[in-house]
């Protein structure tokens, strides 16, 4: 392998890791909006497709090293499985 291709693949590590950081923050934040109206009473399906939400947000966060999206889709994973857990998994 020359070092020429060496700095190539490295370069779109890089870039990958980056892709995925932006993908895991702009999805923590579509979830963390939508977490708020599912706090409502009757609303609460809602917080399933948050939490299907969360889990391709910390799939997507576990491949960077800056781990701001994984942070934030767990920190959401966690209110809305709370939610979940107190209201029956339904209500």
């Given at each position: 392998m020359t070092p020429e291709n060496c700095s190539c693949i490295q370069r779109r590590l890089v870039i990958f890791g980056v892709v995925m950081q932006i993908l895991s923050v702009l999805i923590g934040l579509v979830c963390a909006v939508l977490l708020v109206p599912g706090l409502i009473p009757l609303l609460g399906w809602l917080q399933?497709?948050?939490?299907?939400?969360?889990v391709v947000g910390i799939i997507f966060g576990s491949f960077c090293q800056r781990k701001i999206g994984l942070t934030i889709n767990v920190a959401v994973a966690v209110v809305a499985a709370l939610r979940l857990f107190l209201g029956g998994g339904l209500f």
């Open positions: 399933w497709a948050v939490l299907a939400g969360c």
